[in-house]
């Protein structure tokens, strides 16, 4: 029981983290992407031994954070090619 309340926790904080990162630091949203798919995971995890709102959220979130996390990414990366196409 514990350790399912661990990895309800954890999935919580992971796919939280990876909203945080996708707002504010979009230039490390590979680190965000790789939270929000460890939040996905756990929260599978937790799903197959017993149902729970918080790692239903957990869910949510890590799914909210690979979508934030890649249109970050894709931004970055165009935005990176915009100035070198401009600067060359």
Do not use: H, W
């Not at 909203?19 to 490390?28: A, D, N, R, W």
């Not at 790692?55 to 090619?81: D, E, K, R």
């Amino acid at each position: 029981m514990d350790k399912v309340r661990s990895y309800e926790i954890a999935s919580l904080s992971c796919g939280i983290l990876s909203l945080v990162i996708g707002i504010i630091f979009p230039y490390i949203s590979f680190l965000g992407l790789i939270l929000a798919i460890v939040a996905i995971a756990l929260s599978r995890v937790v799903k197959r031994n017993e149902e729970s709102s918080m790692a239903q959220a957990g869910f949510v979130t890590g799914v909210i954070g690979v979508v934030l996390n890649v249109l970050s990414f894709m931004a970055c990366v165009a935005c990176v090619g915009l100035m070198g196409y401009i600067f060359s």
